[in-house]
């Protein structure tokens, strides 16, 4: 059958190019240095034994979207919650990260619009990006003098809007807020952050902005997820009561999908009072960033060391990539290879994540593989 054909055709081409994807379950002695489970939240016994104490009051299913009845005491609670945490008047909870970018970009831009965004942002931006009508710049990585170029050649009676990763999920980085805030003043825009890997990591747990001392204001939108630092599922996006009654109205993914289940957002509410809580968890997970940094320089590898739990190695070729895997998880290290389209084309890499719960002999048996593979494989 011609569909079959297409289907096997393009794995074959897939393969042939060492870009085939797999899934893995990892056993339980498998250490994992690929999660984005930063600060050892996603399987935290607190959490558990709340959810025991609690379960017989919460559905486990929220029965509809959050416009018709699946919105429920719990979800407002939350969302009142991260209000006081990323400093808005209002935030919405949506059912993931991916949901949130598309939603959100598409439901606040026209074709009389123009955005500007980072050549390393996120999928679900890029994603968000192509369902908008508005015209769309990429400038290159944190390139302030791009970006503002890039604005001053392409006018608009539209509204103009900047669209960054907070910490780039693959580079780990931090975007150039105070830059990016004052080109946006400057030129009227908006500024969407998405700090899907700074919310819970940098600015005490509150997200990039707080890292730089930048005030939100109503021509700042932050996204954020619930599924990375905060260990749980779900996403939310952070601004004016405006911009949240708006996308009440207008995003499509708050419209036309279910509401997350108050289970899944009363584990959210529990791991969210974590992180801001337990601030232990965030400076042992830098100390020990830190550490592996100046390690793996002592051992050669060159890599740059952001201040946050996010690095890559670079290996380059695809092939290289999946044997280093395929090695590290002989030895029950798993870190997945990252590929195209993922990353550009000729930087396939590890992309290694530290987590609070490490253990420094688990870094250090990392440290030693890491060390064998660069001189022999
Ligand atoms: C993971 C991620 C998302 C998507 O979030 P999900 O909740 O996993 O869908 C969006 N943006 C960035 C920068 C991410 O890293």
């Known amino acids: 059958m011609k569909f079959n054909e297409y289907l096997k055709n393009s794995l074959n081409q897939i393969k042939e190019k060492n ?15 690929c999660s984005n489970d930063y600060l050892g939240l996603k399987d935290n016994e607190y959490t558990k034994q709340k959810l025991k104490e609690f379960i017989k009051d919460l559905p486990v299913g929220s029965g509809a979207s959050a416009l018709v009845s699946g919105y429920y005491e719990i979800q407002k609670k939350l969302e009142q919650n991260l209000s006081n945490l990323k400093d808005t008047e209002s935030s919405i909870v949506v059912g993931t990260g991916y949901m949130a970018n598309i939603g959100l970009i598409s439901a606040i831009t026209t074709e ?13 931006i890029i994603d968000g990006i192509r369902l908008s009508k508005a015209k769309k710049f990429i400038y290159k990585h944190k390139d302030i003098e791009d970006l503002e170029n890039k604005i001053k050649e392409n006018k608009t009676k539209g509204n103009i809007f900047i669209i960054t990763d907070g910490v780039f999920s693959m580079e780990g980085d931090i ?9 946006a003043k400057i030129y009227d825009a908006v500024l969407i952050i998405d700090d899907a890997h700074a919310t819970g990591v940098i600015g005490n747990g509150k997200g990039s902005l707080f890292e730089f ?14 599924s990375k630092a905060i260990g749980s599922f779900g996403a939310f996006i952070s601004g004016s009561k405006l911009l949240i009654d708006f996308l009440v109205n207008k995003a499509r993914p ?3 999908s279910t509401a997350l289940s108050p289970v899944q957002n009363f584990i959210s509410l529990i791991n969210l009072g974590i992180m801001q809580k337990e601030e232990f968890r965030r400076k042992e997970l830098f100390e020990k960033s830190k550490y592996f940094a100046s390690r793996l320089k002592e051992i050669g590898f060159n890599i740059e060391f952001h201040n946050t739990p996010i690095f ?3 290996l380059k070729d695809e092939k290289k990539a999946l044997i280093w895997r395929d090695y590290l998880l002989k030895n029950n290290i798993f870190i997945q290879a990252i590929r195209p389209p993922t ?10 994540t530290i987590s609070y719960s490490h253990k420094y002999e688990d870094i250090d048996k990392l440290l030693d593989i890491l060390s064998f593979m660069k001189e022999n494989l």
Request: charged share 25%; net charge negative; glycine share 2%.
């Open 19 to 33: 870009l085939y994807r797999e899934r893995f379950i990892l056993d339980k002695n498998i250490i994992n240095f």
């Open 112 to 124: 009389e619009d123009i955005i500007f965004s980072d050549e390393y942002n996120h999928a679900s």
């Open 175 to 183: 975007a150039p807020l105070k830059e990016l805030y004052q080109i």
């Open 213 to 226: 001392n930048i005030k939100p204001d109503e021509n700042i939108i932050q996204v954020g997820t619930l």
């Open 254 to 256: 708050v419209i036309f």
């Open 312 to 314: 890559s190695i670079i």
């Open 343 to 352: 990353v550009p084309i000729g930087s396939s890499r590890l992309r290694i």
